[in-house]
Structures are given as C-alpha cells and as structure tokens.
C-alpha cells in the first residue's frame, strides 16, 4: 500500500517571500504521478502542480515548482513571491498507474498562511 | 460543462434519515471518483466508476453507502439512515485518461 506523509501541519510566510512544504511518500512501484492540491475555506480542491516519476525533469507551474527526488521518495513544493491568495490547506498526492486501482492517495495536508 | 458540479453544496440531515449527493462531471471524462473527508484531514477514497461500470468500492465505509452512474455520466451518492459519523464534506473527482483528477466545489454533509 502507498502512503503519503506531510510532517509540517502549519507554516507561515510573508507576503512576496518563498517557502518550501514538504512531502515524503512510500511506494515499491515505479510508474506513479505526483501532485499537489490546494484547498482554499471554499473546500474546492485545486490543481497546482503534477509530476510525472519517469521524468527527471522538475516541474515547474508560474509561482510553484517541485523537487522530486526519487531516489528519496521526497517530493516538496516550492511557492515563490507568495501571495494572500495562495493562504490555503496543500495536500500532496499519488497515484499508481499500474493495475486497476487509480484513487488518489493523500497526506494530512499543510495548512499554509501568508501574512501581509 | 467547464468544470466538475456537485449538488446539494451542503446538506443538513436528521439521523437515520436518507441524503442523496449528485455529481456532474466534466464532459467526456470517463472516470468518476468519490472522496470523503473529514475535518482537518485529507480526502479518503469511497469508489471509482470508469463509464457506467464500478471497478473499485472498496472504500465505502459500509453498507449503507452505495453509488451509481447508470449512464456513464452523471453519479449519485446515497447514503441510507444516516448517521453522525458520516459528517464530512463528499468530494466528485472526474478524469479522462491520465491520472489527473479535477475536483468539484464538495457538498458539506451535516448529520444532527
């Protein structure tokens, strides 16, 4: 069974300022994604980044971009020029593409702030 | 439509009472997943429909949760008699072929 684990339950920033949310995950399969969702108090689950585990290649999405270590089975995201906009709860998630099962597993989530 | 729908956005019952969550996904996406998730916590997976076929409901914490998508389009979710552990917000997710799953605003599921 995959999991996902993400250590940090809240983090701050300031306005315009980086911060980097961390996310570990445990798998023994090789043909996975990664993602990081954002969920503002509207509940809406948002797409913010998704990362392929066969490209080596970080990805990168405006603002947000990955560092995926494989290797590490880490996955972090990194927010830039933070915005209030981006004051949120950020799930990482995985899902295995091998088999029939394609449910999303996901971590506990990061409860992210930006102070003005 | 442009994005994924749900209805009702919250929903208040009395125990034991039945509710009934519809989920309109995006045009086309063949794939329809159900999520639950409790406050301050991530989503758990309920089921999986691929078309109008239920490959996976091996999250439906019991048998009084049962979901549908008769015509591989629109999925409802009912739950019979509820209870108030079944209090939580009810994610839809729909996908086409890949692994990327776009979520709909959630209905908020109120058990008294």
């Known amino acids: 069974a995959q999991t996902v684990t993400q250590s940090q339950p809240e983090m701050s920033v300031q306005e315009a300022e980086t911060v980097t949310l961390s996310c570990t995950y445990d798998?023994?399969?090789?043909?996975?994604?990664l993602f990081w969702y954002k969920q503002p108090p509207s509940r809406q689950m948002i797409l913010v980044i998704r990362?392929?585990?066969?490209?080596?290649q970080n990805a990168t999405e405006n603002r947000f971009s990955v560092n995926f270590q494989k290797a590490a089975k880490s996955f972090s995201l990194k927010i830039s020029d933070s915005q209030l906009g981006d004051t949120a709860m950020y799930f990482c998630?995985?899902?295995?593409?091998?088999?029939?099962?394609?449910?999303?597993?996901f971590g506990s989530g990061t409860q992210l702030t930006v102070l003005p | 439509g442009a994005g994924v729908s749900q209805s009702p956005r919250y929903k208040v019952a009395k125990r034991g009472q039945d509710v009934a969550l519809r989920c309109d996904p995006i045009?086309?996406?063949?794939?329809l997943f159900w999520y639950q998730q409790a406050l301050g916590q991530g989503p758990e997976f309920l089921t999986y429909?691929?078309?109008?076929?239920?490959?996976?409901k091996s999250g439906l914490p019991s048998d009084r949760f049962f979901a549908e998508r008769p015509e591989g389009s629109v999925s409802t979710l009912k739950i019979q008699r509820t209870q108030q552990e079944d209090s939580a917000v009810y994610l839809c997710?729909?996908?086409?072929?890949?692994?990327?799953?776009?979520f709909g605003p959630g209905t908020r599921l109120l058990v008294l």
């Open positions: 998630a995985f899902i295995w593409l091998g088999g029939s099962a394609r449910q999303l597993t």
């Open positions: 798998t023994s399969e090789n043909n996975y994604y």
């Open positions: 429909f691929q078309n109008e076929a239920q490959l996976d």
């Open positions: 997710a729909s996908n086409y072929r890949d692994g990327t799953q776009y």
């Open positions: 990362q392929e585990a066969y490209k080596q």
């Open positions: 045009s086309g996406h063949v794939s």
